[in-house]
């Protein structure tokens, strides 16, 4: 959020090949950012949050007076890949694999934070698969040194396999029960949802430019998988929560296939206990977006 972005320029040569002792050993410098009730109120409507502007029970996403931050913009905030140049990775077919949330406490809708990031693992899909590179990324209070967040990013590097002599399987994922949902949200996406959720942080250009997309394999930019994230927090938060971003203290899913703006999100979710799993599909082309999904609720 607030602070210098990482603007990372597409381009057409594929940098050097993945040096993986030298990535495992990566440092990378903490990071300072503040952020404020604009930055809450934009990231709330670039995952869906308003989009029906006579819905009250939403204001207090995008509305200064009672702001509640949506949990997952914890994904967001202090985003930088500037250090990604670094890593040999070819960054213009990376895409989002997987994502893990822990809120230590209520994301408050303005703070002032350091956030520390590591490369937690590297796994090798093989030459003609790629590669799966995990972030872990902790965040603090910036005064009180309290803790707020912990993520854990996979990201799918789709052009960079082949770096070892074996072949790793991957993480196990959170099963989706095998009974009819007990709750089902439909969200529309606006034709430049990508362009408005970009300006959370990810200035990825497979996102908002069509020629990078179109080097990727995809016909269009693509909706970053950390929109269709957020619109299932959303989904979740109107189904189990009562609109009460308090009540969410974690929050996992996989990317599994890209969702294009302009689609229909349908959020599908299942309620045991403190559990809700979910999963998202493309409304218009029956495709499931985002699966295995986990959300830990609290009284």
């Known amino acids: 959020m ?49 989009t029906d502007p006579m819905d009250t029970r939403e204001l207090r996403f995008v509305h200064e007076d009672g702001l509640q931050a949506v949990p997952t913009m914890a994904t967001v905030i202090g985003w930088d890949r500037s250090w990604i140049p670094r890593t040999g990775i070819h960054w213009p077919l990376v895409v989002h694999g997987d994502q893990t949330l822990r809120l230590h406490r209520p994301l408050p809708p303005a703070a002032d934070v350091v956030t520390s990031a590591r490369v937690a693992e590297v796994l090798d899909k093989g030459a003609d698969k790629g590669a799966l590179l995990r972030i872990e990324t902790s965040a603090r209070d910036a005064r009180t040194g309290d803790p707020l967040w912990t993520t854990s ?55 908002a430019v069509p020629a990078a997309a179109d080097a990727a394999g995809f016909p269009r930019p693509i909706l970053h998988g950390l929109c269709t994230y957020g619109f299932a927090c959303r989904a979740v938060l109107h189904a189990f929560c009562g609109l009460d971003a308090a009540r969410i203290a974690a929050f996992d899913a996989r990317f599994s296939s890209p969702l294009y703006p302009g689609e229909t999100i ?12 979910f999963r998202a599909r493309c409304v218009e082309r029956d495709k499931v977006v985002l699966d295995n999904g986990r959300a830990l609720l609290v009284r």
Not at 22 to 27: K, P, Q, S, V
């Open 153 to 207: 990013t996979g990201f799918f590097a789709r052009g960079d396999g082949g770096f070892s002599a074996g072949i790793d399987k991957g993480p196990h994922f959170h099963p989706i029960p095998e009974r009819a949902p007990d709750a089902v949200l439909d969200a529309p996406t606006q034709p430049n949802q990508a362009l408005l959720y970009r300006l959370s942080g990810d200035r990825n250009p497979l996102h």
């Open 266 to 277: 349908r959020v599908e979710m299942w309620q045991d206990g403190a559990t809700v799993s």
């Open 2 to 50: 607030a602070g210098p972005s990482a603007h990372l320029t597409f381009h057409d040569n594929k940098p050097m090949a993945i040096d993986y002792p030298a990535l495992m050993a990566l440092e990378i410098p903490d990071r300072r950012c503040s952020y404020g009730d604009r930055e809450t109120m934009l990231y709330a409507l670039g995952t869906g949050f308003g």
